[in-house]
């Protein structure tokens, strides 16, 4: 029985984290554009423009949008892995596109065009691990999601940190190899993961919740008894059966931390090379506490973990602009960002996910996980 059980949890780790590299995918096309900042502005001539910079380093989030509104009405028509599918293909291009253009116009399109992939990825990687998980791990697994979230970000600032070459004060940057082809490796780094993303994707099962709300009940029991046996297949089927008869997390701030982080440690004090250094140091922080969160939502639950993060982030932010407003820089400001970092990573992080992919019914799962999904990325927009 040991052996059984075992062959099952098995099974669902492999396809949730199969499912799952569209969070790590999600983190690294979020995050690698923060280490690439100061050397792509400068090749292409808008580091004296705050507005230029704030449009090019939000457009992503636009594409973002798109790819929640498409998500969300054709993963409930034509099925979960489809689109999964999708979102590993425009990752790729996006990651190579990306990186060869020349033109200020075209890096923005394709900004826009990986954004999409990150918003279909965002909505559908957790619904696919909440459907296939029983209730009593779902938490657990679906925090999956946002581990390999973390970790997309930590590769991003690791792959980032690795590229760029010691910056020489007063070098001009755009004649060094950092601003002609350093930040353009970084994006390309992400064709690896999206690729192996794309083969996986085809040996992972259909979610079985939506082939049963298309009454293909046989192939849906099938896949359930690969996750919990057939008695545990049988009962789900009778309950999907039965069945078929969100900004906040956003307006925490935590990414614009991770997109403004050279001008957050730049303000502090640091140089560009401590700068990437001090990002890896956030990304570490981050995958931590994300193993902290994984352990305690099903343990403490959903409600009192939100609570703790929103007033904890609420009092780290408070001392963290009374530093600046001080002129207290350094270690005092790496200090206050490791422990929002610390902080969101253990509650808001994961369990908005949890919460979302978990409260909707089968009939309308996709377009409400979109819907919701939608606002947390308008919001993200804005604050950006």
Known sequence: ?????????????????????????????????GGAKPFYEIFFA??????????????????????????????DKYGRKPLMI??????????????????LNWFIFYRIFGGIGIGIASNLSPMY???????????????????????????AQFVNWLIAEPVVPGENILETWNGQMGWRWMFWAEVVPSALFFILIF??????????????YGKAENILSHIGGKEYAKKEIESIKTDISAAFQQWCGLYVVFNYAQEI?????????????????????????TFVGMYTVDKLGRRSLMLFGASGLAIIYIIMGICYYLNITGMAVLIMVVLAIACYAMTLAPVTWVVLSEIFPNRIRGMAMAVSTFSLWVACFVLT
Request: proline letters at 3%; charged letters at 10%; one cysteine or more.
């Open 46 to 75: 808008i580091e004296n423009s705050p507005g230029m910079q704030g449009w090019v380093m939000g457009s992503a989030i636009l594409g973002c949008l798109i790819g929640v509104t498409i998500a969300g009405s054709l993963s």
């Open 265 to 289: 440690f730049a303000a502090a004090g640091y140089g560009v090379s401590d700068i990437l250094f001090n990002i890896v140091v956030t990304g570490v922080t981050n995958v931590i506490f």
């Open 129 to 155: 691990i909440a459907e296939v998980s029983p209730s009593h791990v779902r938490g657990k697994f679906v925090s999956i999601n946002q581990l390999t979230i973390v970790l997309g970000i930590l590769a």
């Open 203 to 216: 040996f992972i099962p259909e979610s079985p919740r939506w082939l049963a709300t298309k009454l293909q």
């Open 86 to 103: 999708i979102a590993a293909i425009t990752f790729t291009v996006s990651a190579i596109g990306t990186g060869a253009v020349n033109d």
């Open 1 to 33: 029985m040991k052996t059984k059980s075992f062959s099952n949890n098995f099974y669902l780790l492999l396809i949730s984290l199969v499912s799952a590299m569209g969070g790590l995918l999600f983190g690294y096309d979020w995050v690698v554009i």
